[in-house]
């Protein structure tokens, strides 16, 4: 065969078949192409075994690491709160077995009313890494976790230790020595005259807040501090004469009589030790679903991921149990997954401290809850909204949106350096940004959404951003608001708007390829594209769910979650065919289009101010101003019951035999119900403030409730509860005499009520008011007792009042008096928990009398704490949020 008139080919039989050159490449190149799209297909799906590989040998890893804790953990336990230590013993041995057994089930049957003690290990190992200033335990689930974590199935860790305090100081003044001879008054000043060789720690940078020293604090310090008040922490005076102090708040003096057995022998300068008990995140109730969106995950562990407060909660469904990283200072407010499933990026808003709660990115181990990085302190101005890790080059690149005015976009090479690197940085829009994500598929391209707008960003080799903005065509189609984003298996972009449209977006362009119009009634808040390639999306007005093949064409399969459950706020991929939904009402329901949906986890959606716990059960109750009365079980960790009272809840109280609830309200209403039915029995208006705060007397016969108009109403009890009529309401008789003679005036409290205990007799009661005032009342007449040195050996029910002698110590440095939100004591009056308005609860050692008093202190909430509570057997403890909307569990170690 002669070619182009060349002579015959060697190679070639002289009778070959003639066949085009160009057409033997194209059929080689179609074979080659097919070839390569099936070795892509399997590295793919390779990937995705190695990824499940990979987080299941890290699994095992933590559970093998938890057996090994466990094991050192019951060698060396000892009694808590004093006791001696005690040797292993053959019981302690069996324990171990039958908890290494009940361990390696990998799905343990879980029983609520058999439920054995949740018991911790410490594990942890030194971080440089900024962490927050207050007590935190790391996770038991982890493997050396270096960050503040917890786990809630994991054995009780013996705790750090808190910072070390000058045994010197801790001890009482010599009676030898000059401090108080030749005077009666004391001062919490002459703490000030320490010898000069006491031990005291030197002035260091870590005394500070700020987030640089953060870097450099010790795992110690990290985890767990006792706060150590500064020296002369307020001008707090004792009178060894009467047995008084006197200190001051906003400049307001207020006197407190220390009991007898107390006043001869009381030392003002003497520094109060910490409990010996110290709390443990246990379970954190609720979802931030109301205002947060794509923060709903399931890891390759099993485990759904998602956040509320300052807490990203690692949640198994199946095994019913919680892991928590508590890294944050302040609100989460987005999360992003990594490639390899295992890696979180979480991102929080500016906090309530100008340095200790920068808005910042922390990138941490989904197995591990160890830190990996901590990016952007000081380079964003509000908070991060949106977080996105690149996909296509394996998640070196990870993109965040500030929410300052300009919300600038940046792009962050988060692996380089202890702090990540800046790749680049632009003003991203003027309105609201929505959602960012990466391109799946082509390299370093970002698509942003948010009000009127869909941006399409290129990120050059030289680090600059390049913006195409997506067109519409015409005003018919531009919504005012593009509210979600994903991408097709292809690579084209989805978008969902305000208009109930889904937009398709041709890959590498800015225009539009198709649009779907009225998907959904309102605005489409989520959209996911499944493995197989069909599209579901999620309807924020309707709470509607529909599915679509890969081709926008409806399948038939669609489902509404009910509602009282809020709109679909976000959905995810779970196992099989599950599919994860967040809620607008702070929801997440777990099922799928064919079954339906139940809900997994429950939550408030407004302030928390109304917690009371069961007198006799592993129960609690919370209600707030979203109008919903919630009954839980600490067990099993479940809502009981949920109720409409159609009314804003300010407090709560059980009756002393659990049968009945009486809910306060803002509207001066109270509330009478069957705590087991929830049929209300009595409805009875005091005023038309709200009733700041209930209490039944001891003995069960009188019910004393402080309201917002500054009296305390006073009941009679009857009928196993279910009856009441008034005594009267608690008031001074002051005579005006300018104006009458015979005039008589009845005034309560100068203020609005703030707290108020019983006497354990049930005969008196003892309130504190706005103005921080301290009042002492005849239950069975309603007046004022003036001689309050008639009442200081009074033994009380409770201690609820943050004004009294027992509290003293929980008042920090220059108090404006609201500080403090509430305290609890302990039913064994061993210690006292406090909740107050910078996010903390802390832990006293009960009576908390000396003005200098240690605690422990626990941060998991991002917003004031509103309440505190001990169930009826001190093992749990309950607090409360604000702002943040949540409950939290912590158990007492």
Not at 295 to 304: A, D, M, R, V, Y
Not at 536 to 551: A, C, E, H, P
Request: glycine share 8%.
């Amino acid at each position: 065969m002669r070619m182009n008139g060349g002579l015959p080919r060697h190679d070639e039989p002289p009778n070959a078949p003639h066949v085009p050159r160009d057409d033997m490449i194209d059929n080689e190149n179609e074979t080659l192409r097919e070839r390569v799209a099936e070795l892509e297909k399997k590295v793919l799906d390779y990937g995705d075994e190695v990824v499940c590989l990979r987080s299941t040998l890290a699994d095992v890893l933590r559970r093998l690491n938890q057996l090994e804790s466990l094991r050192s953990y019951n060698q060396n336990v000892g009694i808590k709160n004093g006791g001696v230590v005690r040797s292993q013993s053959a019981q302690a041995a069996n324990n171990f077995n039958s908890l290494h057994k009940e361990a390696v089930r990998y799905r343990p049957v879980v029983d609520a009313n058999n439920r054995d003690p949740v018991r911790r290990v410490l594990s942890y190992t030194p971080s440089t890494l900024p962490q927050r200033r207050a007590v935190h335990y790391q996770s038991t689930g982890s493997l050396h976790s270096d960050s503040p974590s917890s786990s809630s199935v994991s054995p009780v860790p013996t705790s750090p230790s808190p910072s070390t305090t000058p045994t010197s100081i801790l001890k009482s003044p010599s009676t030898n020595t000059n401090l108080h001879t030749a005077k009666r008054w004391s001062s919490t000043g002459d703490f000030n005259n320490v010898p000069a060789n006491v031990n005291t720690a030197p002035p260091s940078r870590l005394a500070t807040k700020s987030m640089y020293n953060l870097h450099t604090r010790s795992q110690s310090f990290q985890n767990h501090h006792s706060s150590v008040p500064k020296l002369g922490m307020r001008d707090a005076s004792y009178n060894e004469d009467d047995g008084s102090l006197r200190m001051y708040i906003r400049g307001r003096p207020v006197v407190l009589l220390a009991p007898s057995d107390v006043a001869e022998n009381y030392n003002i300068s003497k520094v109060a030790p910490p409990p010996q008990s110290k709390l443990k995140l246990d379970w954190v109730y609720g979802y931030r679903g109301k205002d947060c969106r794509s923060n709903l995950f399931l890891l390759p562990t099993g485990e759904i991921v998602y956040f509320v407060a300052a807490v990203a909660i690692l949640y198994n469904v199946e095994e019913q149990s919680q892991r928590h990283y508590l890294g944050h200072t302040d609100d989460i407010k987005c999360l992003t997954i990594h490639p390899n499933k295992m890696l979180i990026a979480t991102g929080q808003t500016a906090g309530h401290d100008a340095r200790e709660g920068r808005p910042h990115v922390r990138i941490w181990n989904s197995v591990s809850l160890v830190t990996v990085s901590v990016i952007g302190i000081g380079e964003f101005d509000r908070s991060i909204c949106c977080l996105s890790f690149s996909k296509s080059d394996g998640g070196t690149l990870l993109c965040a949106v500030d929410e300052a005015n300009d919300h600038n976009i940046s792009v962050w090479e988060w692996q380089r350096g202890d702090k990540g690197h800046k790749v680049t940085e632009t003003k991203c829009s003027v309105d609201t940004v929505i959602a960012c994500e990466f391109h799946p598929i082509d390299r370093n391209v970002i698509v942003t959404c948010g009000k009127s707008h869909i941006n399409f960003w290129t990120l050059d080799a030289g680090g600059t951003l390049y913006k195409r903005q997506g067109i519409f065509e015409g005003n018919r189609d531009r919504p005012k608001y593009v509210t979600c984003l994903a991408f097709t298996q292809t690579g084209e972009t989805l978008s969902g708007d305000s208009n109930g449209n889904v937009v398709v977006w041709q890959r590498g362009s800015n225009t539009i390829a198709k649009i779907v119009r009225n998907v959904h009634e309102g605005s489409i808040f989520t959209i996911c594209v499944s493995k197989e390639g069909s599209i579901i999306t999620g309807g924020g007005k309707d709470g509607r769910l529909f599915q679509f093949d890969s081709n926008l064409q409806p399948t038939g399969y669609e489902a509404r979650i009910a509602e009282h459950l809020g709109g679909i706020r976000t959905v995810s991929e779970g196992r099989g065919s599950q599919l994860l939904v967040g809620s607008t009402r702070n929801c997440i329901l777990i099922g799928s289009l064919s079954t339906g949906f139940s809900p997994a986890v429950l939550g408030h959606t407004d302030e928390l101010w109304a917690l009371c716990a069961h007198p006799t059960t592993a129960q609690f109750l919370t209600a707030g101003f979203d109008k919903i009365v919630q009954l839980w079980d600490s067990l099993s960790h479940t809502v009981v019951w949920s109720k409409d009272i159609a009314e804003q809840a300010q407090s709560a109280c059980f009756s002393p035999d659990g049968s009945i609830l009486i809910i306060g309200c803002v509207s001066g209403r109270w509330i009478v119900m069957d705590s087991e039915t929830r049929e209300p029995y009595f409805v009875h208006n005091d005023g038309v403030e709200p009733i700041q705060v209930i209490k039944f007397s001891p003995d069960g016969k009188c019910l004393a409730l402080g309201s917002r108009d500054n009296f305390v109403y006073v009941f009679q009890v009857s009928g196993d509860y279910r009856k009441y009529s008034r005594v009267g309401r608690c008031a001074i008789e002051r005579r005006r005499r300018k104006i009458s003679p015979s005039l008589l005036l009845l005034l309560g409290h100068s203020s609005f009520i703030t707290h108020l205990d019983w006497s354990g007799d049930s005969q008196y009661i003892r309130s504190n008011s706005g103005d921080y005032e301290i009042l002492f009342w005849n239950a069975s007449t309603c007046r004022q007792i003036p001689q309050t040195s008639q009442m200081r050996d009074v033994v009380w029910a409770s201690n609820s009042c943050v004004l009294s002698f027992p509290t003293i110590g929980i008042w920090p440095d220059d108090a404006d008096g609201t500080d403090v939100n509430a305290c609890e004591r302990s039913h064994s009056a061993r210690l006292l928990a406090t909740a107050d308005d910078f996010g903390k609860v802390k832990l006293y050692a009960y009576p908390c009398s000396q003005p200098k008093s240690l605690c422990h202190t626990y941060s998991a909430h991002s917003s004031h704490v509103t309440n505190v509570a001990f169930l009826h057997d001190d093992t749990r403890l309950i607090s409360t949020g604000g702002k943040d909307m949540s409950v939290m569990q912590w158990q007492v170690v």
